[in-house]
């Protein structure tokens, strides 16, 4: 489904509020759920996002919200985007729609180039193609145990899960994590 779930919106939404990022990366951009919340509180903000399904492009009217927007997968643009940077990346209940390996890739990629990253995903949560849409389906299996390699913190809301890794490009000293401590 291109909505994720809104358990941790309030988390997320009060992170951008509060910290002084400028450039995001929407991973998964589906309804342009996180741009709407970026674009609440950073008007100027460059939002880039990356969608697989056109459909959601065009249904959702992406372009209106993103400074730009790529209609392609993440490992397509990982693999013609080697200099990418932005503050802060999220992956929105999209990485268990990828191969483990390229979750992991997109991780590895990602901690690179970013402050940090915030991926939001399900446990446990059986999903297939949804409407005939085949990049919907469930691909991988995660859990706080996948991120034991990051500095990371992690937490959990019944099946929903928030994972706050800390980029290698530093922080601002007005960097705030919602309860949590990096």
């Known amino acids: 489904m291109p909505y994720s779930d809104p358990t941790y919106d309030s988390e997320i939404e009060y992170f951008i509020k509060v910290n002084n990022f400028i450039n995001y990366l929407d ?25 697989a399904d056109i459909s959601y492009i ?6 209106k919200n993103y400074t730009k927007i790529y209609n392609q997968f993440i490992e397509e643009f990982i693999d013609k985007n080697p200099d990418f940077l932005t503050d802060v990346a999220i992956i929105g209940d999209c990485i268990e729609h990828l191969k483990k390996s390229d979750g992991l890739d997109l991780l590895h990629y990602l901690v690179y180039r ?25 691909r991988s299996v995660w859990d706080k145990h996948d991120f034991i390699q990051f500095k990371h913190v992690f937490k959990k809301k019944g099946i929903i899960n928030l994972v706050i890794i800390k980029g290698f490009l530093g922080e601002s000293k007005t960097t705030y994590v919602p309860e949590f401590k990096i």
């Open 58 to 63: 065009k249904e959702f009217n992406l372009n």
């Open 27 to 51: 991973v998964g951009a589906g309804s342009g759920k996180y741009a709407d919340i970026i674009r609440k509180h950073k008007q100027d903000a460059n939002i880039v996002g990356v969608e």
């Open 114 to 138: 970013t402050r940090y990253i915030l991926v939001i995903f399900p446990t446990q949560y059986i999903q297939y193609s949804w409407n005939g849409h085949s990049t919907e389906a469930h």
